[in-house]
C-alpha cells in the first residue's frame, strides 16, 4: 500500500518536471519580449511594451517573418495538394514501382537535415537557378511532401470503401461521390498533415539556410542575431506565434466538445 502511494506522487512529480522544462525557454521568450532591452537583449534591464507597440522595430525581423509566412503557406499548400493525390494512389491502386514509392517518400524523412541541403543545393547549383525564395519553396516543398504522404495516407486506408460505393449507388458521378464524401472524410487528416507541414516550414533552418541565398527567414534571422542577443521585437512575434498556436489548438478542442455534445444529445 505504502509503494503503491508513493508510485502515484511520483507520476505527476515527474510530470511536472517534465512540464517545466519543456515550458522554461517559451516562458523566456515570452517574458524577454518586455524587456528594455536597447541593443542587447540578453539581460533583464526594465519592463516595457514598446516592443510590442512596434513588434517591426528591429532592422529586417518582419521582412524575415513575412518570408517565413509566405514560403510556409505557398510550400504547405502544394505539398497538401500534391501529397495527398500520391497518398490516395498508394492506397487505392494498383501499379508498378507501387512498393518502391512508398519506400522512397520516407527517404527525405530519414535522410540527416544537412545531408539534404546540402544536396539540394548543388543541383540548384549545376542547374544555374539562383537561390532565393523560389528555391526555399522548392526544398521546403519536397520534405514537407513525406510528411503529408504518411498522415494522409492512414486517413485513407481508414475509410470504409462502403460509405463511396453507397454514394455512386444513389446515382453519384465519381467527381460527386469524391468531392461529397470522400475529400470532407479525408479533411481531418488533411488538415493536421497541413498544419505539420506548415510548422516544419516555418521552423526550418538547416535546409533554409543552404538554399536561401541572400534570402532571410525568421529562423534564420534568429541564428544570425544569437551571438548578440536576439531582439526583442523577434521575441515578440515569437509569442504571437507561439498565442496563435494555442489558442487553435483550444479552438479545435472546444469544437470536438461541441461536436461531440450534438452526438450525444441526438443519440
Given at each position: 500500500m505504502k509503494n503503491f502511494t508513493l508510485g502515484k506522487a511520483f507520476v505527476p512529480v515527474i510530470a511536472t518536471i517534465t512540464l517545466v522544462y519543456l515550458l522554461t525557454p517559451i516562458v523566456h521568450v515570452i517574458v524577454f519580449s518586455f524587456n528594455d532591452a536597447g541593443r542587447n537583449n540578453i539581460l533583464w534591464r526594465g519592463f516595457t511594451l514598446k516592443n510590442w507597440q512596434n513588434p517591426c522595430g528591429a532592422?529586417?525581423?518582419?521582412?524575415?517573418?513575412?518570408?517565413?509566412?509566405?514560403?510556409?503557406?505557398?510550400?504547405?499548400?502544394?505539398a497538401?495538394?500534391?501529397?495527398?493525390?500520391?497518398?490516395?494512389?498508394l492506397v487505392r491502386y494498383?501499379?508498378?514501382?507501387?512498393?518502391?514509392?512508398?519506400?522512397?517518400l520516407f527517404t527525405p524523412m530519414a535522410t540527416p537535415e544537412v545531408v539534404l541541403g546540402a544536396g539540394l543545393a548543388a543541383q540548384f547549383l549545376l542547374a544555374g537557378v539562383q537561390k532565393?525564395?523560389?528555391?526555399?519553396?522548392?526544398a521546403h516543398t519536397m520534405f514537407c511532401i513525406s510528411y503529408v504522404v504518411v498522415a494522409v495516407k492512414a486517413r485513407v486506408a481508414s475509410l470504409d470503401p462502403a460509405i463511396e460505393e453507397a454514394g455512386r449507388d444513389l446515382y453519384g458521378s465519381p467527381t460527386q461521390v469524391?468531392?461529397?464524401?470522400?475529400?470532407?472524410?479525408?479533411?481531418?487528416?488533411?488538415?493536421?498533415?497541413?498544419?505539420?507541414?506548415?510548422?516544419?516550414?516555418?521552423?526550418?533552418?538547416?535546409?533554409?539556410?543552404?538554399?536561401?541565398?541572400?534570402?532571410?527567414?525568421?529562423?534564420?534571422?534568429?541564428?544570425?542575431?544569437a551571438l548578440k542577443g536576439v531582439?526583442?521585437?523577434?521575441?515578440?512575434?515569437?509569442?504571437?506565434?507561439?498565442?496563435?498556436?494555442?489558442?487553435?489548438?483550444?479552438?479545435?478542442?472546444?469544437v470536438g466538445i461541441n461536436k461531440k455534445k450534438k452526438l450525444a444529445r441526438m443519440a
Open positions: 532592422p529586417q525581423v518582419c521582412t524575415a517573418f513575412g518570408n517565413s509566412i509566405l514560403i510556409g503557406i505557398v510550400a504547405t499548400v502544394v497538401t495538394i500534391l501529397g495527398t493525390m500520391i497518398a490516395i494512389a494498383r501499379f508498378k514501382g507501387r512498393s518502391t514509392v512508398s519506400l522512397l532565393g525564395i523560389g528555391t526555399i519553396i522548392l469524391f468531392w461529397r464524401i470522400t475529400l470532407p472524410m479525408l479533411m481531418p487528416g488533411i488538415i493536421g498533415a497541413a498544419l505539420l507541414s506548415f510548422a516544419l516550414s516555418f521552423d526550418d533552418f538547416i535546409i533554409t539556410n543552404f538554399n536561401s541565398g541572400t534570402a532571410t527567414t525568421f529562423p534564420k534571422f534568429i541564428y544570425i542575431s531582439p526583442a521585437q523577434a521575441n515578440v512575434l515569437a509569442s504571437i506565434v507561439f498565442v496563435g498556436a494555442l489558442l487553435l489548438v483550444v479552438i479545435v478542442q472546444m
